[in-house]
């Protein structure tokens, strides 16, 4: 079963529009973890956020914020006043708890991914 | 400070050869992952490292196999390589001591096409 699923598999905006990355989990541990991170065509991901399951605050930097719910599990992104540079594929993760019951991360569960295609 | 360095950045490899990727996280993390990204199964987990111990292991055949030496840095190996094994391999690493705020750090990947 999937654990991370984004619905939204190809997103194209002009620039300064806002765009809003969807994002729905699935886990049967009460601790958990989430993140975004974002791919350019380099390749390598880019560590957007983390956030913990027991703080549904949601959190905003710069253009960037993040809506937590844990009623709905999802994890949804917001990009305000999009720019070009933001153009690249973003991807939603999960780790659940290491089996140990430590706070290490063990492996992460990633969504198929978002490709966002901001135009001048 | 160094970020996470995978080395070859591309590899082009033949039906039944083996390869060898590398792989030196970021000074003083002791974790090491390793990613496979392909445009139809998209980012699956491999294996994780900690302690020269291999902690956590994905859905791959026994063809993958990885090790983690004293200075943490990692190599991955795969054997009697296929055709689908033509994928971005990326490597990951973290402090790993239980910090409240841990989160991983990937390298820009290994480029690996199977002809």
């Known amino acids: 079963a999937q654990k991370v699923t984004q619905a939204q598999t190809e997103i194209s905006v002009v620039e300064k529009e806002d765009v809003t990355l969807d994002c729905v989990y699935e886990?049967?541990?009460?601790?958990?973890?989430l993140f975004w991170y974002k791919q350019p065509p380099s390749g390598e991901l880019v560590f957007l956020i983390r956030r913990n399951s027991f703080d549904e605050q949601n959190e905003i930097s710069g253009r960037y914020s993040w809506n937590f719910q844990k009623s709905t599990s999802s994890f949804n992104f917001t990009i305000t006043a999009s720019q070009v540079v933001d153009s690249a594929v973003y991807f939603c993760?999960?780790?659940?708890?290491?089996?140990?019951?430590?706070?290490?991360?063990?492996?992460?569960?990633f969504g198929r991914g978002t490709q966002l295609t901001v135009w001048p | 400070k160094a970020g996470v360095t995978q080395t070859p950045r591309y590899l082009i490899k033949t039906r039944g050869q083996q390869v060898t990727l590398s792989c030196s996280p970021i000074?003083?993390?002791?974790?090491v992952s390793w990613y496979q990204q392909t445009p139809g199964q998209g980012l699956q987990f491999l294996f994780e490292y900690f302690s020269e111990t291999q902690r956590n292991k994905g859905n791959f055949p026994g063809r993958f196999s990885g090790r983690q030496f004293s200075n943490s840095r990692s190599e991955m190996n795969v054997s009697t390589l296929e055709l689908g094994d033509s994928a971005l391999y990326l490597c990951?690493?973290?402090?790993?001591?239980?910090?409240?705020?841990?989160?991983?750090?990937f390298g820009s990947g290994t480029q690996l096409s199977v002809l």
């Open positions: 993760a999960l780790s659940e708890s290491h089996p140990r019951g430590s706070s290490t991360l063990g492996r992460l569960y």
């Open positions: 000074s003083g993390h002791r974790s």
């Open positions: 886990t049967r541990d009460t601790t958990y973890y």
């Open positions: 990951a690493s973290s402090l790993d001591y239980g910090h409240y705020n841990e989160k991983l750090f």
